[in-house]
């Protein structure tokens, strides 16, 4: 079964440094997603991406965060200038176009534990 | 606002015997519902979904899902539990009336704990 593949498992950053997340999403999605769990607390939605814009953002995903679908297969999450609040688990995710309104299920990787000093 | 509530934060069950794992949500449009688990070290996996249609849903490994409307509630059920259903299950939702907006919101998780 195809799965969302996310590198590096682990990412220890010094704060103040950019950190760069990568994620491969299923080849035949179109939806693309990230959310992050800080230890202890919910599921937290970042940011979703279709059509190579934008398409939703929460209030977390300020001017520190940015993403891009750098090549066909390829979806990152960039962080600019971390901070020790970053620390989290970041989880991608891609959901197919096809149904309406997004009744497809997202299929999540196994996430980056991002370890910020 | 939206927002789901998982209250148990563990349940334990014996193997054999049903397990239930509540769920209940708050959305302003129709709620699109959705059932993940988590294994240690792994992401979130898929479970099953209600859009619309039949409020029993039946996903992967026996479990199922029963939406009802009056009481905003979707829990989590199986028949028989296995020591290996042990694992943090988390409930979510989006407003299905939100188009193209897909984000989920998630409740906090409940650990299931099947005891042999």
């Known amino acids: 079964e195809p799965e969302v593949t996310q590198t590096p498992s682990h990412q220890v950053t010094q704060m103040g440094q950019e950190v760069i997340l990568r994620c491969v999403p299923i080849?035949?999605?179109?939806?693309f997603y990230w959310y992050r769990q800080i230890l202890g607390q919910k599921v937290e939605f970042l940011v979703s991406?279709?059509?190579?814009?934008?398409?939703?953002k929460s209030e977390i995903f300020d001017d520190q965060f940015s993403v891009e679908r750098p090549d066909g297969s390829n979806f990152t999450l960039k962080i600019r200038s971390t901070k020790l609040e970053d620390s989290a688990m970041y989880f991608c995710?891609?959901?197919?176009?096809?149904?309406?309104?997004?009744?497809?299920?997202?299929?999540f990787g196994d996430g980056t534990r991002l370890s910020i000093l | 606002a939206q927002s789901v509530a998982q209250p148990e934060d563990q349940v334990n069950v014996a193997e054999g015997n049903p397990l239930t794992v509540k769920c209940t949500y708050s959305v302003s449009g129709n709620p699109y519902l959705f059932w993940y688990v988590q294994y240690p070290n792994r992401g979130l996996q898929f479970l099953l979904k209600?859009?619309?249609?039949d409020n029993l849903v039946k996903g992967s490994y026996g479990f199922e899902a029963e939406f009802n409307k009056s009481q905003t509630s979707f829990h989590l059920k199986k028949p028989s539990a296995l020591v290996s259903d042990s694992a943090l299950y988390f409930c979510a939702v989006r407003d299905g009336d939100a188009g193209n907006n897909r984000k989920l919101i998630w409740g906090l998780g409940t650990s299931l704990a099947v005891n042999p």
């Open positions: 080849s035949n999605h179109l939806y």
């Open positions: 991406f279709y059509n190579n814009e934008i398409s939703e």
């Open positions: 995710a891609s959901s197919e176009a096809k149904g309406t309104h997004g009744d497809q299920p997202q299929h």
């Open positions: 209600y859009i619309t249609g």
